[in-house]
């Protein structure tokens, strides 16, 4: 079986080092970078199962590696960086991160979290809800076996998270969905205290639907219950 292999992009070697000892005894296979043209490069000719990364780096910073990889690849990349403002981290979450830690940390929660975006991807990736249907309402058409979503004959490209978000809600028109109910079905763990996250993938969502703009609102807000779809 192949071992699954992170890459740590970090241009603080003692950090780098620390987090490899610690993921390695998981039984993890480690690649150490130290900038972000380095980062993209590994991700291009080797197989990367899951990217720690620093925003705060030589060539490339995280941020825009972050949205190079997202352009073409998909895996969990957790960032973590020193920034430790509530800013940095929706950015971070809004441009493609699945996750966010600050330093100083401790080794044992990182690998509690990549232990757990691994599990979450490997639940997403696997077929479920009849994944050979396409869900079509008017102009919309949600197409999960290619993972696309066309509006009005205009492609939206989505997230990973943003798709299973708007997949969930689309496969059930008009049931609403709590916060903890979508945090617990896209994420696949249970729920603290992370509302504002999935508030952040929502709006994004939103935004890149247009939502509105064509006399219909897709996704919509029922106060004080979540959101459901309107199809």
């Known amino acids: ?10 241009d603080e070697e003692e950090i780098a080092d620390l ?17 972000g043209q380095e980062a993209i490069h590994a991700i291009q000719t080797q197989s990367i199962d899951l990217l720690i990364l620093d925003i705060m780096m030589p060539k490339i910073d995280g941020y825009e590696v972050t949205r190079l990889i997202r352009e073409q690849y998909n895996l969990p990349i957790i960032f973590l960086s020193a920034k430790t403002s ?5 950015h971070g979450l809004v441009i493609g991160a699945d996750d966010y830690m600050t330093k100083p940390f401790t080794p044992i929660e990182l690998v509690a979290r ?18 050979k249907s396409s869900l079509e309402f008017g ?19 989505l ?37 504002n996250t999935v508030m952040v993938h929502i709006r994004t969502l939103r935004k890149k639907l247009e939502d509105g703009k064509q ?15 309107n199809g």
């Open 19 to 35: 987090i490899a000892i610690h993921l390695e005894k998981e039984g993890y296979h480690v690649i150490k970078v130290s900038d």
């Open 159 to 195: 997230t990973p998270k943003e798709f299973a978000i708007l997949y969930l809600l689309a496969s059930h028109p008009k049931k609403v969905y709590s916060v903890e109910n979508i945090f617990q079905h896209v994420w696949g763990e249970a729920y603290f205290e992370s509302g």
């Open 1 to 10: 079986m192949k071992r699954i292999s992170i890459l740590i992009a970090d």
């Open 114 to 131: 990549v232990n757990a975006q691994l599990r979450r991807f490997m639940k997403l990736n696997q077929p479920k809800i009849d994944i």
């Open 139 to 157: 102009g919309f058409v949600i197409s999960p076996e290619e993972r696309t979503v066309v509006l009005y004959g205009k492609t939206i490209e």
């Open 215 to 229: 006399n219909h609102k897709w996704i919509k807000t029922v106060w004080g219950v979540g959101y459901s779809f």
């Open 86 to 90: 509530d800013f940095d981290k929706v």
